[in-house]
């Protein structure tokens, strides 16, 4: 079996929305539980979910030129294309603000809990809007 930009793009747009869905879900246990292992982990996997943002959004592009030539559902691959550029922008920012809360968290400085919060507010916009991508794409599909 060959494994196309399809298959990758299939396999790799997963991470962003697991990853960021996970660190969310974190960062709340993190203020429940109030444990820094919690904290530290919530953002290593933000920033783990932007980093594999990258590799699933390049292989977007090649992966939609083959699926267009076989499916007639250009308009859901449009829609859901827009939607994970509009993920991608909001995975960026929630990741350099998961970046430098995780400094601020290793200096033990005192706006760390602000970070924090904006941090948690930015990661469930990114799994919203990613969540929103994959649902969309499926959606559509019938």
Known sequence: ????????????????????????GFIVASFIFKK????????????????????????????????EEIS???EAIHEHEEIA???????????GLAFITLLLLHFKKKSVQMFMILTLLASAGSA???????????RNKT
Do not use: D
Not at 49 to 63: H, R
Not at 85 to 95: A, N, P, W, Y
Not at 128 to 138: A, D, M, P
């Open 1 to 24: 079996m060959n494994i196309n930009s399809a298959h990758w793009h299939l396999l790799l747009n997963h991470f962003p929305i697991i990853l960021s869905v996970i660190g969310t």
């Open 36 to 67: 820094q292992h919690l904290k530290f982990a919530s953002l290593l996997l933000i920033i783990l979910a932007a980093a594999f943002t990258i590799p699933a959004f390049a292989t977007g592009e090649p992966a939609e030129e083959q699926v």
């Open 72 to 74: 007639s559902y250009h």
């Open 85 to 95: 550029e509009k993920g991608r922008i909001v995975i960026f920012i929630t990741g």
């Open 128 to 138: 919203g809007i990613f969540k929103l991508c994959g649902l969309y794409r499926r």
